[in-house]
């Protein structure tokens, strides 16, 4: 789903919202969501899941064509953990998917 599938699918389910009004609500809450980050702050939506900012140390890669050992610096990466309400969704969603027959 893209920026503009989520737009599209709040102007449907609430239809006192213009598109437009959908973008810059989806628009807003996408930047606050990025703003707090970039604060280093964590954000929980209950049911849905977290978002927070995760540290990732230095350490030595290689170039893959050549073999020549690469310095990697630290970095600071966001990371999403889900809720348990979507993780169970999911699996449930998967589960039904599956077909009996196949086992897949």
Do not use: C, W, Y
Request: charged share 30%; net charge positive; aromatic share 4%.
């Amino acid at each position: 789903m893209t920026r503009s599938d989520l737009v599209e699918a709040l102007a449907e389910r609430f239809p006192q919202l213009t598109h437009r009004d959908a973008e810059i609500a989806v628009k807003a809450l996408l930047d606050a969501v990025g703003e707090a980050l970039v604060r280093g702050h964590r954000i929980e939506v209950r049911g849905f899941g977290s978002f927070s900012v995760s540290h990732r140390p230095p350490r030595l890669g290689r170039n893959p064509r050549s073999g020549e050992a690469v310095a990697i610096p630290a970095k600071r990466v966001p990371h999403f953990k889900p809720g348990k309400a979507l993780r169970e969704a999911v699996d449930q969603r998967t589960q039904e998917l599956r077909s009996p027959a196949t086992g897949r």
